[in-house]
Each structure stands twice: as C-alpha cells, then as structure tokens.
C-alpha cells in the first residue's frame, strides 16, 4: 500500500510525523520511532524566553548579582525548568541528525519579531531539514487589539521566512479572531506548512492553598474534531502543506485528518503512552483499513471530505449546527 506523502516540500514516507516533545531528547528513543516507521520527528522546542534569559545573563550578569536585578529574574522560567539552553540545544539537533535518516525539524517557540529569532538561522545552521515556527500568545492585555496581536505574529513569521532558506512551518493557536483569513494571511506570508493546533495548558487552582496549580494532561481523541473542522476548511485553499496535531491516537484519526485534507499527523502523546512501537501498529492498520476499502493509495484519499467539496460551507456548517441543537428536543429524562 502506498502511503506516501509530501510534507514541507519534502517527501516522506507515511504521514506520521513524531511532534514537538520530550521524544526526541533521548538518542536512543529517536532511533527507535524511526525503527518504528516514523517518517519525520519535531524536536522539543527552544522558547523565547530561554533565549533572553541566557543572552540578559550574558550582558547584564543576571545569574551572578541573584535579585537586583529587580523583575528580570521572577519573569524568567529558571533554567531548570528547561530540557536545553541554547547552545545545548544547537549540539543535540546535530547530533540527532547524525544519529538518523529521517528528516529532523527544528522548533522555536515565541511571539515577537526580536532578537531571539537569529536562533532560527542556527538551527537551519545546526542541520535542521525545516522549522516548526510555534506562535503561542494569548492576549490578557485589554488594550492590545486582535489586529495587533496578529501584525506580531506576521512579523515573526516573516522575519524568520527572510532569515533561513529552509522550509518553515507555522503551529498555530486556534484563538484568532477570524481563523481562515488569518491562515491565509500566513500563507502569503510564504510559510510552507499550517500546524493545527497548539494544545492550551490551563492552570487550575488549589482552592486550599491559593494558589495556581499546573498540571500537564496528554491529548485524547476527542480534540481531533477541531483540528479537523479547521483541515476541512483550509484544504485545498491555501498553497501550504496542512498538518494536524492534538488528538491522533490511531488509524482512524489518521485516516480522518486525511480525509479532511491533512498532508500528515503529529504524535506525542500516543507515543508517550504507549512507546515508539505504536507507530507500527497504526501504518499497519492504516494499511490494512486502505485495502479494505479499495483506495489505491493515501493520497488518493485527501481531501475527500474538505469543504471545498462543499459549495457552501458557512450554510453547510449552520445547517449542522441547528440540526444538532433541534436533536435536542428528543432527549428527555427517564
């Protein structure tokens, strides 16, 4: 069964991408999600703010004058808290790209169009195949408007677009006021993949000890609906590759995604879960589920649920929306 696919101009070998995470850390695991089939891996990302705090330390003395430096050193996660600095983080990519065949893409992580993103040129430097750009911001600021919020992120995307010859992915939120004109704004922007969507990671409170809480919950099938309504919607509409993460556990989701249109699936956790070996599992039942229902390959699949399908999809998404809530009135209580 052919199961190929074209992800960031480049082709793989099946659509199961390993995403960003604590997966790639180890050299030894990384060998084995490609032993497994995994076609291309994320590695963990590099954050923002690991990059001022190292380079604040470096021109201000942060970690050596402790706290007076007033604010700066309670704004900054502890570098502790972080799997790699910088630097380590440079070394460990090439390493990776030694230790395996497949395709290795870098990931920064941050929000504004600044310094920090001279690491993009380095980890294209350092031998990444491609960048996963990931754009988590929400806004608390009641003066900053959603126009401002998205002008900062296209700035980033495009400064980095400009700093490296690489292929760029975008991750995005799906918190942006008009979602498909935002996506399409990034496509203009030239960026070559659309990942759909960060997760969000909401803090509870510990009602005792008055305190926010963190807690850290791996993803479950249910969160796919949402990257595939958005997949749906932007398939075939948009020049860059689409890619779904958040909510692929198995075949099924694969199979899913990729009927909305998606070119791959990022796992992690899955893969968490269950080890690098539930890779195999899911091309082989991917396999078998294409044979069964007699498409000739995956690609010939995509798409085939998209909206552009659809001659309209706002009144195709408002009739399902008052269909589901009619439905209500034969649910009663026994």
Do not use: C
């Not at 695991?29 to 001022?52: H, K, M, N, P, Y």
């Amino acid at each position: 069964m052919n199961l190929t696919t074209e992800y960031l101009g480049m082709p793989l070998a099946n659509p199961i991408v390993v995403g960003a995470g604590p997966l790639s850390d180890d050299l030894d695991t990384v060998r084995r999600l490609e032993d497994a089939g995994a076609a291309a891996i994320v590695l963990r990302s590099l954050f923002e703010e690991q990059i001022v705090r190292e380079e604040m330390s470096e021109f201000v003395h942060l970690d050596g004058h402790g706290d007076s430096f007033g604010e700066a050193a309670s704004f900054f996660p502890s570098p502790r808290s972080f799997a790699l600095g910088p630097h380590q983080y440079l070394e460990h990519l090439r390493k990776v790209k030694h230790a395996v065949g497949i395709p290795v893409i870098g990931s920064l992580n941050g929000s504004r169009p600044e310094g920090w993103l001279e690491y993009a040129r380095l980890i294209a430097e350092a031998g990444a195949n491609a960048l996963e750009l990931n754009l988590y911001r929400l806004s608390a600021d009641p003066n900053l408007d959603a126009a401002a919020i998205e002008r900062r992120s296209l700035e980033t995307v495009m400064a980095v677009r400009e700093s490296i010859t690489i292929p760029v992915a975008v991750k995005l939120s799906p918190f942006y006021t008009a979602f498909a004109h935002m996506a399409r704004e990034f496509d203009r922007a030239y960026v070559d993949a659309l990942v759909l969507f960060n997760r969000f990671y909401q803090p509870d409170i510990d009602v005792e000890a008055l305190t926010a809480t963190r807690s850290l919950h791996l993803s479950d099938a249910s969160e796919l609906r949402l990257r595939l309504h958005w997949i749906a919607i932007l398939s075939g509409r948009v020049r860059a590759s689409l890619a779904v993460t958040g909510g692929v556990h198995e075949a099924v989701d694969v199979i899913k995604a990729t009927m909305a249109g998606a070119h791959v699936t990022q796992m992690v956790s899955a893969l968490l879960q269950r080890g690098p070996n539930h890779i195999r599992v899911v091309l082989e039942d991917l396999a078998r589920w294409l044979t069964e229902h007699e498409w000739e390959s995956l690609s010939a699949l995509r798409g085939n649920m998209s909206f552009e399908k659809v001659p309209d999809p706002d009144a195709y998404e408002r009739a399902n929306y008052m269909l589901m809530l009619q439905s209500w009135k034969d649910v009663s209580w026994r």
